[in-house]
């Protein structure tokens, strides 16, 4: 039972970047997906959550407009695509599935710099 988030990087302000997250272990559909990130000496923080089916979304307001969380249930991944980056979203990014047990993933780095 695991979480791999991948798709991390160094990228210039105003650019873009789709993280991943592939699970196993559990059955994908049905349980809500979920985007956190964390910033150096900083609280984990919600950026994005999405239903079991994929047709409702909600974001932080500090990503709406920018962001957009999707799912893949035949491919048991969540993404995150991440345009106009800004350099206060630089941070871990970590996905979440309420799955009892389920441990947090290693997370992808996200680097907003010129």
């Known amino acids: 039972v695991q979480l791999v988030e991948s798709g991390g990087g160094l990228v210039q302000p105003g650019g873009s970047l789709r993280l991943s997250c592939a699970a196993s272990?559990?059955?994908?559909?049905?349980?809500?997906m979920s985007w956190y990130r964390q910033a150096p000496g900083k609280e984990r923080e919600l950026v994005a959550r999405?239903?079991?089916?994929?047709?409702?979304?909600n974001y932080a307001d500090s990503v709406k407009g920018r962001f957009t969380i999707s799912r893949d249930n035949a491919k048991n991944t969540v993404y995150l695509q991440m345009n106009s980056l800004k350099p206060e979203d630089t941070a871990v990014y970590y996905c979440?599935?309420?799955?009892?047990?389920?441990?947090w993933g290693q997370g992808t780095q996200v680097t907003v710099s010129s």
């Open positions: 272990g559990f059955t994908f559909s049905s349980y809500v």
């Open positions: 999405i239903n079991k089916s994929g047709s409702s979304t």
């Open positions: 979440y599935a309420p799955v009892p047990s389920l441990p």
